[in-house]
């Protein structure tokens, strides 16, 4: 069985302040060609990149004001995907329409939306307190997987230890499920050279393609925040936005930016540990698990409703 390679949920396109006020951006998300794009007043959107005029790349084209103009003959769209002017005499084509993607600006972040079916969100991401934080510090890694698995490994314990020589690692509560969202807590103990600390994580997962992990260092009495944040692109190739986050210290910003950089360096040393596994690991339906994996059967069962097509297997064999 091959997962469908596009979950429905939130999706971080990029940092926010990536896209400045003017700005449009040509991206493949989802397999689809997008526009994304922030308007003069400040918002962002994101719309398929297909003109319906003569199938020029809207993500080539220009914001003017509150509208994205088409490179090709100038024909401009409204936030609803309606054409609302061109450079003709007579009225606008009423059948002139590109479909929009939901966005939120979020936690430092543009989240897109996607369904394969089209449907509105029928969920959020929720805003974190940003007081006393910094915004995330990103890193992008391409390549072949699927945002199941990476999510995947938040709850697989196995892998701490076999994979990032991490130990001592138990689950401190038990897996929670709450619709759309998921709350896994552990610790172990991390090393570095001849140092160790025992470490805390809550990892905060929502969807497939957002989660945020809170660690706590006890011994050091520090705190960051980790996050994971995959996302379809194309050709069975996801993009997975790695972030951390500090708080303000008795040196301020400085201290902040110290900190976000050397857990950002930390967090790609292990996820390039994990990478050549994804890149060629096959998702077996019905694995065969043992008793230290972790919960990743509960994990999957609560995964399956991000693909309405699995929903509707289900629904026609019962």
Same mark, same amino acid.
């Given at each position: ?28 998300? +989802? ?58 005499d007579g009225p606008v084509p009423r ?90 807590r552990y610790r172990f103990i991390h ?9 805390? +994580? ?20 520090s705190r960051v925040r980790l996050f ?91």
């Amino acid at each position: 069985m091959r997962l469908p390679e596009r979950p429905t949920g939130w999706f971080a396109a990029c940092a926010a302040g990536d896209l400045k006020r003017g700005d449009v951006q040509s991206r493949r998300l +989802f397999g689809e060609s997008i526009a994304l794009y922030r308007t003069e007043s400040g918002r962002v959107r994101a719309s398929f990149a297909t003109c319906p005029h003569l199938g020029a790349n809207l993500g080539r084209g220009t914001v003017c004001g509150e509208y994205l103009q088409c490179p090709f003959h100038h024909f401009a769209f409204d936030g609803d995907g309606k054409c609302v002017d061109t450079p003709y005499d007579g009225p606008v084509p009423r059948q002139a329409r590109v479909r929009m993607l939901e966005v939120r600006e979020r936690n430092g972040l543009i989240l897109v939306w996607w369904d394969d079916e089209g449907r509105a969100p029928s969920w959020e991401v929720p805003e974190h307190d940003q007081q006393g934080w910094g915004l995330p510090r990103l890193k992008c890694f391409r390549f072949k997987g699927h945002p199941q698995d990476t999510t995947e490994n938040s709850v697989d314990l196995g892998h701490f230890a076999t994979v990032h020589g991490f130990s001592g690692v138990e689950m401190t509560e038990r897996l929670q499920t709450d619709g759309p969202e998921m709350t896994a807590r552990y610790r172990f103990i991390h090393h570095l050279g001849p140092a160790a600390w025992n470490v805390e +994580f809550t990892a905060r997962v929502f969807g497939l393609g957002y989660s945020l992990v809170e660690v706590h260092i006890p011994k050091l009495g520090s705190r960051v925040r980790l996050f994971v944040l995959p996302v379809p692109v194309e050709n069975g190739e996801i993009e997975l936005r790695l972030g951390a986050a500090a708080p303000d210290g008795p040196l301020g910003r400085l201290q902040r930016s110290i900190v976000s950089r050397a857990t950002l360096w930390l967090l790609a040393r292990d996820a390039n540990q994990d990478i050549p596994i994804w890149k060629e690991r096959v998702y077996l339906e019905r694995p065969v698990l043992a008793r230290g994996d972790g919960p990743i059967g509960p994990y999957r069962r609560w995964a399956r409703q991000f693909y309405p097509s699995l929903q509707t297997q289900s629904s026609e064999v019962a």
